[in-house]
């Protein structure tokens, strides 16, 4: 079984910074691209950021130059550094994986259970 666990998220005030992080166990053969979506209460889920396996990004317009995404493929964990907090960026933070599974032959796409972020003051 391949697992998904978010971590990082809680209550800040506007302007401040949070880190989140998603570490990826199990059967693993490969991991290919990570990223991070969110979900704010009654909007559709949406892209905050990608990081392919070589470490290529792509950023939602929304977060441009306040996130960054990396990762460490010996740890199989993303990371989402967030900076410069609005209360626009409260929501629901999950974390999307594509990954190869020992006992499979294709690539799945995983996901966690998200963390809380809250931005308020």
């Known amino acids: 079984q391949v697992q998904l666990v978010e971590s990082g998220g809680g209550l800040v005030q506007p302007g401040g910074s949070l880190r989140l992080s998603c570490a990826a166990s199990?059967?693993?053969?490969?991991?290919?691209?990570m990223g991070w979506y969110r979900q704010a209460l009654g909007k559709q889920r949406e892209l905050v950021a990608r990081i392919t396996k070589n470490g290529s990004t792509t950023y939602a317009y929304s977060v441009k130059g306040r996130f960054t995404i990396s990762r460490d493929n010996a740890k199989n964990t993303v990371y989402l550094q967030m900076n410069s907090l609005k209360p626009e960026d409260t929501a629901v933070y999950s974390c999307?994986?594509?990954?190869?599974?020992?006992?499979?032959?294709?690539?799945?796409?995983?996901w966690g259970k998200g963390t809380l972020v809250t931005v308020s003051s």
């Open positions: 999307n994986a594509a990954i190869k599974p020992t006992d499979r032959s294709f690539v799945i796409y995983y």
């Open positions: 199990g059967s693993i053969e490969i991991i290919n691209d």
